[in-house]
């Protein structure tokens, strides 16, 4: 079974820093992509980051030059460094893992963490 476990959420004020960690266990076959989402109050899930297996990376146009996502392969742990927060950023930020198992392999699963909360405050 496989579990993503998200941390490094909380409170912190505008033009702050926080980076998101998450941990990746279970038994996994490959990993096509990995990514962040966050879900603001009455607000469409949305793609924050993605980074997929040969390394390139994706951000939404809100994030550009301001988030980075990365993956420690050898702790099997995705981040996601978020500098200059906005008001704008606050959400419940999601892991997300799309990738196969090996009773599976040929199969793509998608796999969510429970999430974290990050506030950001004006």
């Known amino acids: 079974q496989v579990q993503l476990v998200e941390s490094g959420g909380g409170l912190v004020q505008a033009g702050g820093s926080l980076r998101l960690s998450c941990a990746v266990s279970g038994s996994i076959f490959s990993i096509n992509a990995m990514g962040w989402y966050r879900q603001a109050p009455g607000k469409q899930r949305e793609l924050v980051a993605a980074?997929?297996?040969?390394?390139?990376?994706n951000y939404a146009d809100s994030v550009k030059g301001r988030f980075t996502i990365s993956r420690d392969n050898a702790k099997n742990t995705v981040y996601l460094q978020m500098n200059s927060l906005k008001p704008e950023d606050t959400g419940v930020y999601y892991c997300n893992l799309k990738g196969s198992v090996p009773l599976a392999v040929l199969t793509v699963g998608n796999y969510w963490g429970q999430g974290t909360q990050v506030t950001v405050s004006s």
């Open positions: 980074i997929i297996s040969g390394g390139s990376t």
